[in-house]
């Protein structure tokens, strides 16, 4: 199901009530936030760098942001002349 309009998010409220916040998962992107913050920029004249740093220790500070790190390991052939030595 899709709530991409307030009238959706309206009959969802109507219907359940206060507890309709428990229906819905809410979720952004680096792209949606880049997209908003040219709105913002273009409003306000700030630079997206500022905007962008702003939202994202916004949302580091609310736990918002999950980081992780990985590490690749790969496997590589030994050549015959290279094993030899």
Same mark, same amino acid.
């Given at each position: $199901?899709?709530?991409?309009?307030? #009238?959706?998010?309206?009959?969802?409220? +109507?219907?359940?009530?206060? /507890?309709?916040?428990? +229906?819905?998962?809410? /979720?952004?992107?680096?792209?949606?936030?880049?997209?908003? #913050?040219?709105?913002?920029?273009?409003?306000?004249?700030?630079? $997206?760098? +500022?905007?962008? @740093?702003?939202?994202?220790?916004?949302?580091?500070? @609310?736990?918002?942001?999950?980081?992780?790190?990985?590490?690749?390991?790969?496997?590589? @052939?030994?050549?015959? @002349?290279?094993? +030899?030595?």
């Amino acid at each position: $199901m899709s709530l991409e309009t307030r #009238a959706a998010v309206e009959a969802l409220k +109507a219907a359940l009530g206060p /507890e309709w916040e428990t +229906a819905v998962t809410v /979720e952004t992107s680096k792209s949606a936030i880049t997209t908003a #913050a040219r709105v913002v920029k273009a409003r306000t004249g700030e630079s $997206m760098r +500022a905007i962008e @740093a702003r939202t994202y220790e916004a949302l580091r500070a @609310a736990g918002a942001i999950k980081t992780s790190t990985s590490v690749r390991v790969e496997e590589r @052939a030994v050549k015959a @002349a290279d094993a +030899a030595q």
